[in-house]
């Protein structure tokens, strides 16, 4: 299959980069936001299939504490960001501050207007100090959305994925419009632009979303070092103990033969 194919040659080419950002000690991080249903969590999975997660890491962070509420938003966030030679994913970042907060009033209006007054300034800082940012968009229609909505509720493997804030937000899809342009209107600026991915294809979006990646980041393959498989040891006499002294599991593959 086409799609299976390029993203297999895609995901040897991240592999190459995340070496690249080993070795030279760089420092990327990428943000992934939407709406809900928009096809994040996939692209991140197809990103990550293959990567080191000592090297690559992904940030889902949860509520915040009643602690965090109280502190300078974007701090829980700081602590998130890469040392030299990592990769960060944020699934969903500081901008829920712009989206979800916004829309379904969890913070201020006062907060709301600080936040995007902050927000390219903070992400400038990021780069003055060589973090390479990269902010991904997905978009989805209202359609599609609705019909992945459905999908998550009619599939048990699939339901732990639909919340009640997923639901709501069907209602609110407007609202969610309208913040995402204002948004747009501040933060997305020429030191740190949006890239939007058109999501409703889902294979579509993984591959543009990698491509697009992969060409902005100026890496290029590094040598792995030479490892050699030293020859195994004559025996100095070493029994296994009885098996009937450990406990195994019960063979349960051999029930599909």
Known sequence: MPYERELLRLQQELVK?????????????????????AGKGGAI???????????????????PTERQKT????????EHLPA????????????????????????TDDEYWQFLHQCPTFEQMLIEASILLRKYWFSVSDTEQERRFRDRLKDP?????????????????????RAKDEMFVHTDVPQSPWHVVESDDKRRARINMIAHLLS???????????????????????????RD????????AAGLE
């Not at 502190?71 to 700081?78: A, P, S």
């Not at 997923?166 to 969610?176: G, K, Q, R």
């Not at 195994?232 to 006499?237: A, H, M, N, Q, T």
Request: proline residues 9%; charged residues 25%; positive net charge.
């Open 245 to 252: 002294l450990q406990k195994y599991v019960p063979d349960h």
């Open 157 to 177: 493997m699939k339901r732990w994925k639909l919340s009640p804030m997923d639901v709501e937000s069907i209602t609110h899809w407007e609202d969610y419009s």
């Open 45 to 63: 999975k197809r990103v990550t299939e293959y990567l080191n997660p000592r090297i690559a890491r992904v940030a889902a962070l949860p509520t």
């Open 17 to 37: 980069l995340q070496e690249w950002v080993r070795v030279e000690g760089a420092r990327l991080v990428v943000v992934f936001e939407g709406r809900d249903a």
């Open 84 to 107: 030299a030679g990592e990769i960060v994913l944020f699934d969903r970042s500081w901008y829920n501050r712009a989206g979800v907060e916004r829309v379904m009033g969890f913070c």
């Open 216 to 242: 902005s980041v100026p890496y290029h393959e590094v040598a792995p070092p030479g490892i050699e498989l030293p020859p195994r040891p004559s025996s100095r006499g070493y029994q296994r103990p009885p």
């Open 71 to 78: 502190q300078w938003y974007f701090q829980r966030y700081v």
